[in-house]
């Protein structure tokens, strides 16, 4: 899996848009950008994933550059339950697991 | 609700037994992973199956082992604990081996004292 920078914590307001950026600027071809998160200790929950156009789901929108260096996933309208780890994942999709990093913190004020 | 169920819960043992954590895929599903999450680790990949046969290993310690039955649920044995062992042990499954989304179960918090 290519690795992935995302920052540490970030803060948004309930009711915003938040937007998570990740950047994965040795991504190869073949891999795919995917989001999980993870609330307190519960299982990771998957988000959305995507290889080069953008993708939305119920929950999100992941958007990827064109260059495929660098991703954000946004959370629409943000509540207190959104609340978590968020980990961007860059992956081939082999069969050897997903490589989870530190992730972001992201922390809905109300 | 993921649809992989974990069980049991919670597990509190004391150093040196062995303990067997139980995992059931979704429904259709015939990939599983193992993961390990340790205060200090983050969440570590341990070893996948696809339909009863294992197809990549991670960091899994020797003491650890696992397999998948026939009807798909697979199980982790932890022997010879330690009490580093004490950690989060997530179950996900996968309709195939890789390019799909994965979805964990709850976990199993393993004490070890």
């Known amino acids: 899996d290519a690795k992935t920078t995302q920052p540490t914590s970030m803060d948004c307001a309930e009711g915003r848009a938040a937007n998570l950026p990740c950047n994965h600027s040795t991504i190869s071809g073949n891999e795919y950008v995917y989001w999980y998160r993870q609330i307190h200790s519960q299982g990771p929950q998957y988000i959305i994933h995507g290889l080069k156009n953008n993708e939305t789901n119920e929950m999100a929108s992941l958007i990827i550059t064109e260059d495929r260096k660098s991703s954000t996933l946004i959370l629409p309208h943000a509540t207190l339950r959104d609340t978590a780890v968020y980990y961007c994942?860059?992956?081939?999709?082999?069969?050897?697991?997903?490589?989870f990093g530190k992730g972001t913190h992201l922390i809905i004020q109300p | 609700d993921s649809g992989v169920t974990q069980t049991p819960k919670h597990l509190i043992t004391a150093t040196g037994q062995r303990v067997t954590l139980r995992c059931s895929p979704r429904?259709?599903?015939?990939?599983v992973y193992w993961y390990q999450q340790s205060l200090d680790q983050g969440l570590q990949f341990l070893i996948q199956?696809?339909?009863?046969?294992?197809?990549a290993k991670g960091n899994i310690l020797e003491r650890f082992s696992a397999q998948q039955f026939p009807d798909l649920h697979s199980e982790l044995n932890l022997s010879s604990l330690e009490l580093g062992d004490s950690a989060l042990y997530f179950c996900?499954?996968?309709?195939?081996?890789?390019?799909?989304?994965?979805?964990f179960g709850q976990g199993t918090r393993l004490t070890v004292v």
């Open positions: 996900a499954s996968s309709v195939g081996q890789g390019r799909t989304e994965a979805f």
């Open positions: 994942i860059a992956s081939g999709g082999g069969a050897d697991g997903l490589t």
């Open positions: 199956y696809y339909n009863g046969e294992e197809r």
């Open positions: 429904s259709g599903d015939l990939s």
